[in-house]
């Protein structure tokens, strides 16, 4: 019941802001989505007090199809959870010194997107997922197509095109999962149980319509190139939406959909997967290395951290995996912080091109001070929380693939590279006569900022609650697979 | 046999009121009397009422006319505006209501002759519908286009009939497909099926027998293009499938591929025909082609499910239909009768209603959830790979994703682009039925079952 509350809530939220008109929809949103998170609060204590079953709800939807709407929540579900009902908040207060048209609107598109995210999350039924997989695709499009910058009719346009044929493979297998089931049910358990019986190619291929689907969404290397127009186009919010949670909705699904159902094909198969997030990595560090705007380089940035994710997740051990869902967290908040750092700068300067930027540091130096801390943590220096995931992540990779291990290293290093790089042009150096005018931070704009390095921080010196949440369930995942 | 007198009576009496010129109220007797024909229809059920061996009201027939006559309701009460203005308004309502009777013979014959004669009565009176705007050149092109195609498909199906009856000895359908279980199928016989499917494929506008669609479509009043594409489409392939079913179904194995081939070139050629087009009355003709050819998907994989597969996509099929069709229309008005994607431009601001309603309809006929438009994909993508039609499934999502390009078009279209243009009001009969519509794409999301395992 709880679990179905959690998507019910963002879902009345949405048609209540719809509703209430203009004036108040920021505040509404806030309180809302906090009321969400205090939501996935006690969901998490629910979990932890372990009455797991009181997680599942179960009910009958379409019975001759075998499809039910089976909702439930492991370990891992729920850290995806946590990250995307503690984002949402952060990401609309985020907006309050930004006034948007139709305000309402936007704001009930991003509860509805809220809805179907967690809804991806928890659903335990394969039509269920791509459901929600699919509905989430309707509200960003929306929102990026009435609230984006420059040529966001073909963005949008592309980027919907391309998600959705990635779906449809991934609706393909599904269906051909699901005629292979023992009496014809959608369930995951019986999907498990399908996957696992095919022949070797067979899973092999159904890998492949499956990670298809997941690395377009993700995205990786050769399916990137809807993504840094995408970001670029899109709203604040939107994007802060797109590259902090709705990507980990393709790195959830590879360990929720596609390690436990075809365990034997990602055995085989996997090291191919590895190997295209291993170019990955390095083809989008170069490119970031080379961006003359901020937003490309989170954007490039990004597919890099994603990249070694994906690598993780199919080295299939404890490490790799822990390392993988750490990752996703660190990178969630990571991308809010920079994308609200390059909201900051291009709001003030209203431009994000880096040559024409300098001196930052020396006219608002709060501000480029915790602007550091989030570049550090991108580049995954200790005690931040980029740095836990990283190492698991490298550790994980290496005892599978050692090979491709001492290439995802590179990452470290060519992040570093664009990272400080990026840093030392906007905010160190002479400051010019642009930057010489910058802003003071707003106060709202300081305790957003300071809220993120917290995280950062606090994940990275003690990320043993979070490594705790997912361990169990990453254990009973692994025997199942072997 | 009561449907079939309420149907054909109420026709009698729109003529009978056309001569006394009763003319506003008229609307409510015809929307009671249908009222009327799906009540007794509920009734019916489980009856299998068989009339003179000629055609037969069972759960399949009956199905089809509740859903039909349904549809049929809705389109009156959007295309009220279409009878008020016209002088002739009681023939097009008998033309209309006729049209109905043949399609109630189609969904329930059981003798090749009630086919035809159902085919024949249901499209007679559409040739003079759709060039009923009679001032307007396309509207005439249309009709005579129409006319003079249909009269070829009529000819086909009457030659394939006689092919059979020599074959077999029998005209009806049991008889038929008893004798085909029986005896090896004949050259004969197998050339009296496929003119037969020729004939049937270019009622249902399905490719290669398509090409009269766009234009007829395009040429006639918006408001008969509506009836066409829901009502009409519907019954055509009610009949289709029923045609097959009783009758062909021995021989399933030596047409089967036939099928598949129709139903993959259709959705190929019509979404990459469609994505060229500007033109949105166009646009939607094509991609009610192209919806015919998921359709023919359920007569490919023929068991006891796929009745119940088309019910429910012709349903979906035909509200989308409605609300597009209707929604275009309107905004045609509204813009000068610009009929190209431009007349969109801006929908948003101009009435946020109608746009958020298109939008429905839009994502509904490309087949993204939560619109029911999805789960019709899904169960004919579902009954095509069950039964070991992978490819075609594969040509259907190839399909679907060259039309969600064109439907994006005129999304896009409604909500990015700025136009400076005057507000569009809503009339209530519009808005009622946009929400109707509305609520029934979403409800039929959450209840699929409840449709598609009716029959």
């Known amino acids: 019941m709880l679990t179905l509350l959690l998507i019910l809530l963002p879902l009345i939220s949405g048609f209540i802001l719809l509703l209430t008109g203009s004036k108040n929809a920021r505040q509404i949103a806030l309180v809302l989505s906090l009321i969400e998170f205090g939501l996935a609060l006690f969901a998490l204590s629910t979990l932890k007090s372990g009455a797991v079953e009181s997680l599942n709800y179960n009910i009958p939807w379409i019975p001759n199809m075998g499809i039910s709407f089976h909702l439930g929540m492991d370990g891992i579900s729920m850290l995806m959870v946590l990250l995307s009902t503690m984002l949402m908040p952060l990401i609309v207060f985020a907006s309050f010194n930004k006034t948007y048209n139709n305000a309402h609107t936007l704001y009930a598109l991003m509860m509805l997107m809220q809805s179907a995210m967690v809804g991806s999350f928890v659903a335990m039924d394969g039509f269920l997922f791509y459901i929600f997989w699919e509905v989430s695709l309707i509200p960003i499009f929306f929102i990026i197509l009435m609230w984006g910058g420059e040529n966001r009719q073909k963005t949008t346009f592309k980027f919907f095109i391309y998600t959705l044929f990635g779906s449809l493979f991934m609706l393909v297998a599904l269906i051909y999962l699901y005629l292979h089931t023992a009496n014809h049910s959608f369930d995951i358990q019986a999907l498990y149980a399908a996957g696992r019986s095919l022949p070797l190619v067979e899973q092999g291929l159904i890998m492949g319509a499956f990670f298809l689907a997941f690395a377009i969404k993700m995205p990786v290397f050769p399916f990137h190139t809807w993504q840094p127009s995408t970001y670029v186009a899109a709203p604040t919010p939107g994007v802060m939406v797109l590259g902090g949670v709705m990507s980990k909705m393709a790195t959830y699904g590879l360990i929720r959909w596609v390690l436990p159902m075809v365990p034997d094909g990602v055995h085989e198969y996997g090291y191919l997967i590895i190997g295209l997030s291993v170019v990955s990595i390095i083809y989008a560090s170069c490119i970031a290395i080379i961006q003359k705007d901020f937003k490309y380089l989170i954007a490039y940035a990004s597919i890099a951290h994603i990249g070694l994710i994906s690598a993780g997740i199919f080295a299939m051990n404890m490490q790799s995996l822990q390392g993988s869902l750490m990752e996703m967290m660190s990178h969630g908040i990571n991308t809010v912080g920079l994308f609200f750092a390059y909201d900051i700068i291009y709001n003030r300067m209203h431009t994000s091109e880096m040559s024409k930027l300098g001196g930052i540091r020396g006219v608002e130096s709060r501000f480029a001070f915790l602007f550091f801390i989030i570049v550090l943590s991108n580049i995954a220096l200790p005690f931040t929380n980029g740095f836990i995931g990283e190492f698991l992540l490298l550790l994980g990779v290496f005892q599978t693939n050692m090979v491709a291990a001492s290439f995802a290293g590179l990452s470290i290093i060519l992040g570093a590279v664009y990272m400080l790089r990026a840093f030392q042009k906007m905010m160190l150096g002479e400051t010019n006569s642009l930057t010489l005018h910058f802003p003071k931070l707003e106060k709202q704009e300081l305790i957003t900022l300071c809220i993120i390095v917290i995280l950062i921080v606090v994940m990275g010196v003690y990320p043993k609650p979070i490594l705790e949440i997912t361990e169990s369930s990453i254990q009973t995942l692994l025997q199942g697979i072997q | ?455």
Not at chain 2, 11 to 34: D, E, H, N, T, Y
Not at chain 2, 275 to 288: C, G, H, T
Not at chain 2, 443 to 451: D, G, Y
């Open chain 2, 1 to 455: 046999m009561k449907e079939l007198i309420i149907l054909s009576a109420l026709g009698v009496l729109s003529l009978i009121a056309g001569l006394l010129k009763i003319k506003r109220p008229f609307m409510v007797v015809v929307i009671a009397g249908l009222l009327l024909n799906i009540s007794v229809c509920v009734m019916d059920w489980n009856h299998n009422e068989n009339l003179y061996n000629m055609m037969t009201l069972d759960n399949f027939a009956l199905a089809f006319t509740i859903v039909s006559s349904s549809l049929a309701i809705l389109w009156f009460i959007v295309a009220n505006a279409y009878f008020q203005n016209s002088n002739t308004f009681s023939d097009h309502y008998a033309l209309v209501l006729f049209s109905m009777t043949g399609g109630l013979l189609m969904v329930s014959f059981t003798n090749m002759v009630m086919l035809f004669l159902g085919i024949e009565v249901l499209s007679i009176p559409l040739f003079v519908l759709a060039g009923s705007h009679k001032t307007s050149m396309r509207s005439n092109e249309a009709a005579f286009k129409y006319f003079l195609l249909g009269a070829f498909a009529s000819a086909f199906l009457l030659f394939g009939i006689a092919l059979l009856y020599g074959s077999t000895g029998h005209f009806d359908n049991a008889g038929i497909s008893a004798f085909l279980g029986a005896n090896k199928l004949s050259g004969m016989a197998l050339a009296g099926i496929v003119l037969m499917l020729g004939a049937m494929t270019f009622k249902v506008s399905a490719a290669p027998f398509h090409f009269w669609a766009p234009d007829v479509y395009q040429g006639s009043p918006t408001m008969i293009t509506t009836f066409m594409a829901t009502f009409v489409k519907t019954v055509a392939f009610a009949g289709f499938y029923r045609l097959f079913f009783l009758t062909f179904m021995p021989v399933r194995s030596e047409y089967a591929l036939l099928f598949a081939v129709i139903a993959a070139v259709t959705m190929l050629v019509s979404n990459l025909i469609a994505s060229a087009q500007s033109n949105v009355k166009r646009l939607l003709a094509y991609s009610s082609i192209s919806h015919a050819g998921f359709m023919v998907i359920t007569l490919l994989c023929m068991n006891n499910s796929s009745a119940g597969i088309l019910l429910y996509y012709t349903l979906v099929y035909s509200i989308s239909s409605i609300i597009a069709f209707s929604i275009f229309k309107w905004v045609k008005t509204h813009s000068a009768e610009n009929e190209e994607i431009s007349a969109f431009k801006g929908l948003l601001s101009r009435s946020p209603f109608l746009a958020v309603v298109m939008t429905f309809a839009l994502l509904s006929m490309s087949g993204i959830p939560p619109l029911s438009g999805f789960m019709a994909k899904y169960m004919v993508f579902t009954a095509a790979i069950d039964n070991g039609f992978m490819w075609v499934a594969i040509c259907g999502i190839a399909g679907s994703l060259m039309a969600v390009y064109y439907y994006f078009k005129i999304i896009i279209a409604m909500f990015a682009e700025v136009h400076e243009s005057s507000e569009i009001k809503v009339p209530a009969n519009l808005r009622f039925v946009l929400i109707v519509c509305s609520i029934a794409l979403l409800a039929l999301m959450l209840f699929p079952s409840q449709i598609s395992s009716l029959i």
